[in-house]
C-alpha cells in the first residue's frame, strides 16, 4: 500500500546548521509530494510541494527534490533559525486522491 | 481572510456525555476532512467529504459521526466519548482533486474525555 516514512525525532540542531530531515514514500504510480510544517499550537500548513519526478519545490529557505529513482523527498536547509522550531510532516497524494502523512519529525534549534 | 474555523478549541468532558466540535470554512472549498493527531502515530484521518452530502471513512472512524449539510460546515460528533478519544482533533479542507490537493488545517481542538 502507500505509505510515507520519515525520520523520527526529536531533532536539536544549532541555530545556523544545516537541516536535512528524510522522507520516503512508497506508491503506485507517481504521486504528488507535500511537507507540511505545524507551529506550536497551530495547525498545519503547506511548505512546499512537488508534482513530478525531478521537481524542486522551495519556500522559506527549505527546498526539497523528487527523487523518483530512491523514492524520496527530503526536507533540506542551509542555515536553520530558532523560529523554524516545529513539527514537519512529509505527505503524499496518491491515485486514488487521498492524501497521506508520515508521523512527523519535531524540530528544535537551540540559540 | 481565507481560514478554517474549529470550535471549541479546548474542552474536557466526561466519559458518555455527547459533544460536537463544529468546523467551518470560507473558501467555499468541496473536500472536507477529520484528522486526529496522537503522539507517535502522526495524522490519522477519521471521515471525509467530496461534497455536500457525500461523506465517506478514514482510517479510525470508530466512535465519531459526521455530517455535510452545507457545503462550508463539518461538525464531528461524538456521540458517547471515551477516555481513547482524547486527542487534538484537526479539521482541514481543500479543493477537490485534480484542480486542488492542498489542505488548509484549522488550528486544532485539544480534547480531553475523562
Known amino acids: 500500500g502507500n505509505s510515507v516514512t520519515q525520520m523520527e525525532g526529536p531533532v536539536t540542531l544549532s541555530e545556523e546548521a544545516f537541516l536535512t530531515i528524510n522522507c520516503t514514500y512508497t506508491a503506485t504510480g507517481y504521486p504528488s509530494l507535500f511537507w507540511y510544517v505545524q507551529y506550536p499550537g497551530e495547525g498545519l500548513q503547506l511548505l512546499l510541494k512537488?508534482?513530478?519526478?525531478?521537481d524542486k519545490g522551495s519556500n522559506k529557505g527549505f527546498e526539497a527534490t523528487y527523487r523518483k529513482e530512491t523514492t524520496s523527498f527530503h526536507l533540506e536547509k542551509g542555515s536553520v533559525q530558532v523560529s523554524d522550531s516545529a513539527v514537519y510532516f512529509c505527505a503524499l497524494l496518491n491515485r486514488d486522491d487521498k492524501i497521506i502523512f508520515g508521523k512527523g519529525t519535531r524540530l528544535h534549534i537551540l540559540p | 481572510e481565507a481560514q478554517v474555523t474549529q470550535n471549541p478549541r479546548y474542552l474536557i468532558t466526561v466519559t458518555g456525555k455527547k459533544l460536537t466540535v463544529t468546523c467551518s470554512q470560507n473558501m467555499n472549498h468541496e473536500y472536507m476532512s477529520w484528522y486526529r493527531q496522537d503522539p507517535g502515530l502522526g495524522l490519522r484521518q477519521i471521515y471525509y467529504s467530496m461534497n455536500v452530502e457525500v461523506t465517506d471513512k478514514g482510517d479510525v472512524p470508530e466512535g465519531y459521526k459526521v455530517s455535510r449539510k452545507e457545503k462550508r460546515n463539518f461538525p464531528l460528533i461524538l456521540e458517547s466519548p471515551s477516555p481513547n478519544q482524547t486527542s487534538l482533533y484537526f479539521c482541514?479542507?481543500?479543493?477537490?482533486?485534480?484542480?486542488?490537493?492542498?489542505?488548509?488545517f484549522g488550528a486544532g481542538s485539544r480534547l480531553t474525555v475523562l
Open positions: 482541514a479542507s481543500s479543493l477537490v482533486p485534480p484542480q486542488g490537493h492542498v489542505l488548509t
Open positions: 512537488a508534482t513530478k519526478a525531478d
